[in-house]
């Protein structure tokens, strides 16, 4: 029997995949890293036993051998509680007690069909690494996103090598199989699936090869972004990527990459030098041939795929030793906006960025309890409902302090966050109302000479965010929040971990518009817009960021939905939620040059930021 808790944490994964790279040096489930198919690590194993408690899967070779190989180790505890607190340990002891379960009650182990087809991808790959075993279908079958269900493919196959990917290709051309490419996670839209045809997982391809004298980086498909900047940081150097677990050649395929760092680096077509596909026609070609398809394109319109991305050449940008991070808080979202732009248009800066409560709230509540309290002490007590983000050297940082009548500095942001649990205490709330003036709170709380205030009321210390956690976790937590990288604006926001905990409450669905940014007031009635559908079909959704683009022409707007993928009814209001956005962005896309739609630009990553911003 599985346990009620089991099966409600099962049903909870939202595949974000971050249970696959390690982000918090705990290191990496040792089924997953060896056996890579996704069926091995903790987001598998919660679909599989999810499975298994509703009698939906079939007790086979792979599920027994799933089971057997995970050591129960707890790294996937620590991971997913730091982003969904969520604890997949007591589903991996629940699924292996299960089938031990079984198999002493002798229930019969099924062994998959034959089939010529797949011995067929087998001879191309190896035996190991193409199946049609259920244990490893049903975690390729389905996402959380609101409009896919379940699409269980009829192969799952991982190639190590280009020609190998050719070779698939060519199969499917001549057996008529339809394929898809997969990633680390989820498309949302359930892109990545494909029902009772193959699906093709590029997680052996993790290839880095790093040519410090041409200033690039060689990556392979299967290469996260996480682990990219982990390897390249080694070396003095940053790369432009999105999620940290998102696979960077995938993310660029399907979007061109964008983040806070996009301000100083670009997007699209400014992240890369070269890239090599599979055709389909299962052909290798790089991007350098003059024979090759040209990418560098754009059609304002949904195109299909120009083939399977097997490598991209990545620019490398060096680091200074200087480089620190501020947060400028402003009260309104004209306020900040209006600074991000003037930050661009004088390219000051590397990483510049609009942040919402929500956004910021989120991160430095260490559980989801106090993130609405986390919200409000931002909002009523500091008066600080927006921050700009900037990431720069000392000199860049010298002239934001002076643009700036207040920031919020690194040492300024570790006692915030180490001391963020007595923020939401009655003692904190009398000091700030006790403040005098007319000044928005964060103006005097923030300022160099209330800094001693600021620590004798809020005692920063990794023991205040150990006491608000799990009580085994505890400990961890004190060391966790020792690093100086917990509370370290390069580093949280290069490995992309200031985002990581945005989908704790629910799955999330994104929007993603290109602005124009010196229109501030169209990008206000497009946020409005969607605040609007969110509150009328009664979803969770909050703004997302914003960040400059192009020296200050345009920016990149993300505002977020939050879905109950468990809920149905909340899944039908998502449904028509999305479905009145997506006409509400079309409208604006129509009506306003310099507003694009990120749908528009899917499977178009490779295209000239120029094409894709002006065209």
């Given at each position: ?376 002490v931002l909002k009523e007590d500091l008066g600080m409902e927006y921050a700009v983000l900037v990431i720069g050297d000392k000199y860049a940082l010298d ?217």
């Amino acid at each position: 029997m599985i346990s009620e808790e089991a099966k409600k944490i099962s049903s909870q994964c939202r595949h974000y995949a971050m249970c696959k790279i390690d982000f918090l040096d705990t290191g990496l489930c040792p089924a997953g890293e060896e056996h890579h198919y996704v069926s091995y690590y903790p987001q598998g194993r919660m679909d599989i036993c999810h499975a298994l408690a509703q009698d939906q899967l079939p007790v086979t070779e792979r599920l027994v051998e799933i089971a057997e190989t995970c050591t129960l180790c707890g790294f996937c505890d620590k991971q997913c509680y730091f982003v969904t607190e969520l604890r997949p340990l007591k589903v991996m002891e629940a699924l292996k007690t299960h089938v031990e379960g079984l198999l002493v009650n002798g229930k019969e182990v099924v062994k998959p069909e034959a089939d010529a087809l797949l011995d067929r991808f087998k001879g191309i790959v190896g035996k190991r690494w193409a199946t049609n075993d259920p244990a490893i279908l049903l975690s390729y079958a389905h996402d959380p996103g609101p409009f896919t269900g379940f699409q269980t493919p009829k192969y799952v196959v991982m190639p190590a090598t280009t020609d190998e990917v050719s070779q698939i290709v060519k199969v499917c051309n001549n057996e008529q199989v339809p394929y898809n490419i997969r990633g680390n996670g989820s498309s949302v839209m359930g892109l990545v699936m494909c029902k009772d045809g193959l699906v093709m997982d590029m997680g052996r391809m993790k290839r880095i090869a790093i040519d410090k004298d041409n200033w690039c980086v060689s990556v392979g498909p299967g290469v996260a972004a996480f682990d990219l900047q982990k390897e390249v940081t080694k070396h003095g150097f940053r790369v432009n990527v999105a999620e940290p677990a998102a696979l960077v050649c995938a993310n660029i395929m399907c979007s061109g990459i964008f983040s806070t760092f996009s301000h100083a680096y670009g997007t699209a077509a400014d992240n890369y030098i070269n890239a090599e596909f599979v055709g389909s026609d299962g052909e290798v070609f790089d991007l350098n041939q003059r024979t090759a398809p040209n990418l560098f394109s754009f059609q304002p319109q949904e195109m299909p795929s120009p083939g399977v991305c097997t490598r991209v050449d990545m620019k490398l940008h060096p680091m200074t030793e200087d480089e620190d991070g501020v947060l400028v808080p402003f009260s309104s979202f004209h306020e900040a906006t209006t600074f991000a732009r003037d930050l661009s248009v004088r390219r000051i800066g590397l990483a510049v960025a609009v942040l919402g409560g929500e956004y910021m709230a989120t991160f430095m509540s260490p559980v989801e309890s106090l993130a609405d309290s986390a919200k409000r002490v931002l909002k009523e007590d500091l008066g600080m409902e927006y921050a700009v983000l900037v990431i720069g050297d000392k000199y860049a940082l010298d002239t934001v302090r002076k643009m700036s009548q207040v920031v919020v500095d690194s040492e300024r942001l570790k006692i915030l966050v180490l001391g963020f649990p007595k923020m939401v205490e009655d003692e904190w709330r009398d000091l700030v109302n006790g403040l005098e003036g007319d000044k928005v709170p964060y103006e005097t709380l923030l300022k160099d000479e209330m800094r001693p205030l600021l620590e004798t009321a809020l005692r920063p210390a990794p023991e205040h965010i150990a006491e608000v956690v799990a009580p085994d976790l505890r400990s961890f937590y004190r060391e966790l929040y020792s690093r100086p990288e917990m509370t370290n604006l390069v580093w949280l926001n290069m490995f992309r971990i200031i985002s990581s905990r945005m989908g704790r409450r629910k799955h999330v669905v994104a929007f993603v518009v290109h602005v124009p940014l010196d229109k501030i007031d169209l990008i206000e009635r497009i946020n409005a817009e969607f605040e609007r559908i969110g509150d009328g079909h009664s979803i969770t959704h909050d703004y997302g960021f914003l960040t400059p683009l192009d020296m200050g022409k345009r920016a990149v707007l993300e505002y977020d939905y939050y879905v109950d993928h468990r809920d149905p009814a909340d899944v039908e209001r998502m449904q028509q939620a999305v479905i009145a956005t997506g006409q509400m962005i079309e409208e604006f896309c129509q009506g306003n040059k310099g507003v694009r739609w990120i749908k528009h630009v899917f499977l178009q990553g490779f295209a000239r930021t120029e094409n894709i911003l002006y065209t």
